[in-house]
């Protein structure tokens, strides 16, 4: 027999993890210099990479990481999605852009959202700079900085801004072997 | 939080959900629909037998069923498992257990939740009955659990 009635279509199947995390070694510091406005990367001492965020390891070496680099809080879009569709449980009101930047002086790229401008004049190469949320508002988080925007300055090769990076990290390596200081540096 | 400590480990909740929803199907769907009407429905199998819960397909033959069985909501258990101190996740306030109940005209079992007053009042081939839950939406917990075919309905 048949069951004349209209089929359930959907139901819902939510799962929910509740989770207490603790910060790890490498990611305590992290966190108290961005509550502090600061941008805190760690550099590989084995390949002379600056990784931000840093998660206490290199991800190309294996190496542990624990030395300080403050970072700039300008960058270059290495890549970017413009969302149009809402994320469920998601703050963010569609369309937004979405960011791969790799800030002044890092080799690893971290996302952020770009706004101030049109969502079709996001391209990659485009200089950005990060715009702060007031400092009263400011947490344990990178949503301290609410987005990054557009600076207006001239596009970026991506390709030379590559091997600038490759070089750069060489160097680092080269300094290091020579018995430079290990103190906090800026990029 | 002291700032100053720059060393101090951070702690804090946080929740991972995922917010599926998904679509039963046709025969799942209607299974549901009348679970909302406070009607079970099994469905026939290839060799004959009928499946409780239905399935869309036959889990030995692969075919494809149609052929719906209305089956009683009363049954008897085959196997248990006792909770004595639920989690969040049961949705339970107090003890339960896990059952595995075989509904009359059904010949398949099905798991779901059995309330009863203590471990040592189940035992196997217990006649139970479906306690249903007033707010129905067309899901499986539409069905609150299965209580002893001879107790009032009480608050678990």
């Known amino acids: 027999m048949d069951i004349d009635l209209d089929p359930i279509e959907s139901i819902a199947v939510p799962i929910y993890h509740h989770y207490h995390a603790t910060s790890a070694k490498a990611i305590t510091p992290f966190l108290h210099a961005i509550k502090r406005g600061e941008l805190m990367g760690h550099l590989s001492s084995a390949t002379g990479k600056v990784l931000f965020p840093p998660l206490g390891a290199c991800p190309e070496s294996g190496e542990a990481t624990h030395e300080p680099v403050i970072l700039k809080d300008s960058g270059t879009v290495i890549g970017f999605t413009t969302v149009h569709l809402p994320i469920p449980g998601s703050k963010l009101v569609p369309p937004f852009t979405v960011a791969n930047i790799l800030l002044d002086g890092a080799d690893q790229t971290c996302s952020h959202l770009i706004s101030e401008c049109e969502l079709g004049d996001v391209v990659i190469g485009m200089r950005v700079q990060a715009v702060w949320r007031p400092k009263d508002q400011w947490d344990y988080s990178l949503e301290n900085i609410e987005y990054f925007k557009p600076t207006g300055e001239a596009l970026v090769d991506v390709d030379e801004l590559k091997q600038h990076c490759l070089e750069r990290a060489k160097l680092r390596v080269k300094n290091r072997v020579k018995g430079n200081s290990t103190e906090v540096h800026h990029a | 939080m002291n700032s100053s400590s720059s060393n101090q480990i951070l702690e804090a909740d946080f929740e991972l959900g995922f917010t599926y929803t998904r679509s039963p199907g046709i025969i799942i769907g209607k299974f549901l629909a009348a679970l909302k009407q406070k009607k079970l429905y099994g469905i026939r199998g290839s060799d004959g037998s009928v499946l409780f819960p239905p399935t869309e397909y036959d889990p030995r033959t692969a075919a494809s069923l149609n052929d719906f069985v209305p089956v009683s909501a009363e049954g008897e258990i085959v196997s248990w498992t006792w ?74």
């Open chain 2, 83 to 156: 909770i004595e101190t639920p989690r969040e996740h049961h949705q339970v306030k107090g003890p339960f257990a896990f059952a595995l109940i075989k509904l009359d005209g059904a010949d398949t079992p099905f798991l779901h939740r059995l309330f009863c007053d203590d471990a040592s009042s189940i035992s196997a081939g217990m006649k139970v009955k479906v306690d249903w839950n007033d707010d129905r939406c067309g899901a499986i917990t539409d069905i609150r659990g299965f209580v002893p075919l001879t107790a009032t309905v009480g608050n678990f």
